[in-house]
């Protein structure tokens, strides 16, 4: 049937061709097994990514066949190089002789379980640990020299402790702009040597791709950690005051965001992803969807156990939260699973709620109702000279009553201690539940913002968070 | 010149060239040459060590690309 156009006829392959690891159309029944093997040993090999399978309805309906044919793929190339010990020995002599370097974590660190070997290396070099996006899922959020997530709507603390440090232990990221605002800053003070960045990535593609760096490590993030921790001897000449300093930015922001908050129309999201983090268990499992309570999740939100944060950053597709939450419920039935969504992210996947029910997944949903698609009318208020388009929602539909259509509680409560008492109350019962937030759009205005193009410590803060986030040293 | 052998399949030969669009090279010469059950996919491209760096690491991560050679380095 291929090539005539017939009902439904696509050509898959070629549509997903540039954004698969990899993709197969099966010709032969007797590839379609070794196709399905090879499509998952690839997908999870070295740097995990989607594969595509296209299994024509002619192959469907074939026998089985007893000969398997061969896929013809070189999936040897995603074994981990082993690190290189002579740039390790490099790296391990730039952190200790650093004064004030910085380990900034990605989700290659959350993929390869470097967690432990990320906080010892950590507490051997009294070094702050910063993460991005994804990597905030790899620290725990109370271990005291985690700074949190650095980038356009990151942490102020985490963005200060990256642009002034003068050695960078980078592991298992990709140099995003949303982390770094200005690579071209960052690339100008690498090559002038006024900061070593140290790059460890199992990924050989990533390695100066964005930024060349003063040491690039090939291979997997724990191992070579492991093997750094090993090499790192001596007693780490800090600058005392830096990690004061950071503390005190940190320090700054939640007494601003605190009285910011206090006198909000309706929640602020802020204050209520505090709320909720009072009423979930540590072990908790929360995913986002996208949009602004993304981004005050990833300010907001305290991860205790490594993996418990599960969010899109590189594409951002709104929709992620109800599937991805539903995903996690699936593999792990004995955990509480928080999906924190926004309305317009809500309303690209709410269809999936059936699942709840079908298939017994209790899922906690909290909706920041702001009725608008409220990060992209923040960049419309600053960045497009307030020309508001195509982002305010309507009051429809009513949440409350899409939970009722799919046979969940739902409840939009009135204060912070309804809100905290009503999603304990559901996680642990293991009970079903969507929570209707009214968040007013005037006042959710999502800071720290770094915006596009600028540097870290250009980041816009809260009213009343008077600090700046270049470091003097005298 | 970067040379690279694939399975003979233009599906293949389709995620090849859908990396090579997104490098920053300019491309001169394309060449597919059938062998037995592959193809070798010689490509000739101006462009800086940088970017011609990232359309090889980029083309290795292909599970499809079975070797690569560029010019003095075989990946």
Same mark, same amino acid.
């Given at each position: 049937m291929f090539g005539k156009d017939g009902f439904q006829e696509t050509d898959i392959v070629g549509v997903v061709t540039p954004i698969t690891k990899f993709t197969y159309q099966v010709r032969k029944a007797s590839e379609a097994v070794p196709a399905f093997r090879v499509a998952y040993e690839i997908s999870m090999a070295g740097r995990p990514g989607p594969t595509l399978i296209d299994l024509p309805r002619d192959v469907q309906a074939a026998p089985v066949p007893d000969r398997e044919d061969e896929i013809p793929v070189n999936i040897a190339k995603y074994a981990p190089p082993r690190p290189d010990e002579s740039k390790l020995l490099a790296a391990a002599r730039y952190l200790v002789e650093a004064r004030r370097p910085v380990i900034l974590v990605g989700g290659g660190v959350v993929w390869s379980g470097a967690t432990l070997e990320v906080l010892e290396l950590s507490r051997l070099l009294l070094a702050p640990v910063v993460s991005t996006l994804p990597g905030k899922?790899?620290?725990?959020?109370? $271990?005291?020299l985690y700074m949190g997530p650095a980038g356009m709507h990151g942490r102020a603390e985490a963005d200060a402790a990256l642009a002034n440090a003068d050695v960078i232990l980078a592991?298992?990221?990709?140099?995003?702009d949303r982390t770094w605002g200005s690579l071209d800053v960052l690339a100008e003070r690498v090559r002038s040597g006024r900061v070593k960045l140290i790059h460890i990535d199992i990924d050989r593609s990533e390695l100066g791709k964005n930024v060349k760096p003063t040491v690039e490590v090939a291979g997997d993030a724990r191992e070579a950690l492991q093997r750094l921790v090993k090499l790192v001897h001596g007693a780490p000449m800090r600058d005392q005051k830096y990690l004061s300093w950071l503390l005190e930015i940190r320090r700054k922001y939640e007494e601003a965001m605190s009285e910011l908050t206090a006198s909000t129309k309706a929640f602020h999201p802020w204050r209520a992803l505090k709320a909720i983090r009072r009423a979930a268990p540590r072990d908790t499992i929360a995913v986002t969807g996208v949009g602004a309570h993304q981004m005050w999740a990833e300010i907001a939100w305290d991860v205790y156990e490594p993996g418990t944060f599960i969010t899109s950053a590189g594409l951002g597709p709104m929709g992620f939260c109800i599937p991805a939450a539903l995903g996690a419920k699936l593999a792990a039935r004995d955990r509480p699973v928080i999906c924190l969504d926004g309305d317009g992210s809500f309303q690209m996947t709410m269809h999936s709620l059936a699942l709840v029910r079908d298939y017994n997944l209790p899922i906690v949903v909290v909706i920041f109702d702001n009725r608008a698609l409220q990060l992209v009318k923040q960049w419309q208020l600053y960045? $497009?000279?307030?020309?508001?388009?195509?982002?305010q929602l309507s009051s429809r539909p009513d949440f409350l009553k899409i939970a009722e259509a799919y046979d969940i509680d739902g409840v939009r409560p009135e204060s912070y201690e309804e809100l905290e008492r009503v999603v304990m109350r559901a996680l642990r019962r293991d009970e079903p539940l969507i929570v209707d937030l009214t968040v007013d759009s005037e006042s959710d205005i999502v800071l720290p913002w770094v915006k596009p193009g600028e540097w870290l410590t250009s980041a816009m803060l809260p009213p009343g968070a008077d600090v700046k986030l270049v470091y003097d040293s005298d | 010149m970067i040379s690279i052998v694939i399975p003979r399949s233009l599906d293949s030969l389709g995620r090849v060239i859908a990396v090579m669009r997104r490098a920053k090279v300019d491309v001169v010469q394309v060449r597919v040459l059938a062998e037995g059950r592959t193809y070798r996919v010689c490509i000739e491209l101006n462009g800086t060590h940088d970017n011609v760096s990232w359309l090889v690491a980029k083309l290795d991560k292909l599970p499809e690309v079975l070797k690569i050679d560029a010019g003095d380095r075989e990946v």
């Open positions: 899922a790899a620290v725990p959020h109370d $271990y005291p592991v298992g990221t990709r140099f995003s960045i $497009y000279n307030k020309r508001i388009i195509a982002t | -």
